[in-house]
């Protein structure tokens, strides 16, 4: 069995279709539908972590203006990948899905607590929270797998530039969606 689990990063309203869309996202959308229903089908846990802001939360006043404001619709999981019982739905106030959100011991309480080894990552956005929490996956040491069709940013240059370090600083695997499915076993 392998001990893998789908990260679902931020595949929210606001940043999909509200306050900081962005419309490369949508191409996002069928491959992490993909990938998730792929990974319940053989038992890979699929976990969510959704920003759920406060107003005062730094990354609101400092730099990004009101956003996933927690209990909003803005801050719910877009329709088309909406979780199902056996997901898990963690909220987080910063860029990393790590921070303060409970994530690192649901990992090592999985697989009957032999823990998850391997992270897949994908949803929004390339160069900051998937990067943030790729970070704090690395220093924690899960190896990792970015999902390169199944991440987006706001620009070609933020995705591919943020591909590049996540390969280059964290060792990051980058592959397709289909590779990643294929690797399901
Ligand atoms: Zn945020």
Same mark, same amino acid.
């Given at each position: 069995?392998?001990?893998?689990?789908?990260?679902?990063?931020?595949?929210?309203?606001? +940043?999909?279709?509200?306050?900081?869309?962005?419309?490369?996202?949508?191409?996002?959308?069928?491959?992490?539908?993909?990938?998730?229903?792929?990974?319940?089908?053989?038992?890979?846990?699929?976990?969510?972590?959704?920003?759920?802001?406060?107003?005062?939360?730094?990354?609101?006043?400092?730099?990004?203006?009101?956003?996933?404001? %927690?209990?909003? %619709?803005?801050?719910?999981?877009?329709?088309?990948? %909406?979780?199902?019982?056996?997901?898990?739905?963690?909220?987080?106030?910063?860029?990393?899905?790590?921070?303060?959100?409970?994530?690192?011991?649901?990992?090592?309480?999985?697989?009957?607590?032999?823990?998850?080894?391997?992270?897949?990552?994908?949803?929004?956005?390339?160069?900051?929270?998937?990067?943030?929490?790729?970070?704090?996956?690395?220093?924690?040491?899960?190896?990792?797998?970015?999902? %390169?069709?199944?991440?987006?940013? +706001?620009?070609?240059?933020?995705?591919?530039?943020?591909?590049?370090?996540?390969?280059?600083?964290?060792?990051?695997?980058?592959?397709?969606?289909?590779?990643?499915?294929?690797? +399901?076993?």
């Amino acid at each position: 069995m392998s001990t893998k689990a789908v990260i679902v990063v931020d595949m929210l309203n606001d +940043f999909v279709t509200g306050k900081l869309k962005v419309d490369r996202a949508q191409r996002v959308i069928p491959n992490i539908k993909r990938l998730v229903e792929a990974a319940r089908a053989i038992h890979i846990p699929v976990i969510y972590v959704n920003d759920a802001h406060y107003p005062q939360d730094l990354e609101v006043t400092r730099k990004w203006g009101e956003h996933a404001i %927690k209990g909003t %619709k803005g801050a719910e999981i877009i329709p088309e990948l %909406k979780p199902v019982e056996s997901d898990y739905v963690l909220e987080k106030r910063t860029y990393s899905g790590f921070y303060e959100t409970g994530l690192d011991p649901l990992l090592r309480s999985l697989y009957k607590g032999k823990g998850v080894k391997t992270l897949v990552l994908c949803g929004l956005h390339t160069h900051i929270c998937i990067r943030h929490t790729a970070a704090d996956a690395f220093f924690r040491g899960y190896s990792i797998v970015i999902v %390169k069709d199944g991440v987006e940013a +706001f620009t070609d240059e933020d995705h591919e530039q943020g591909l590049k370090y996540l390969k280059q600083v964290y060792g990051a695997k980058i592959l397709t969606t289909a590779e990643v499915i294929a690797g +399901f076993c």
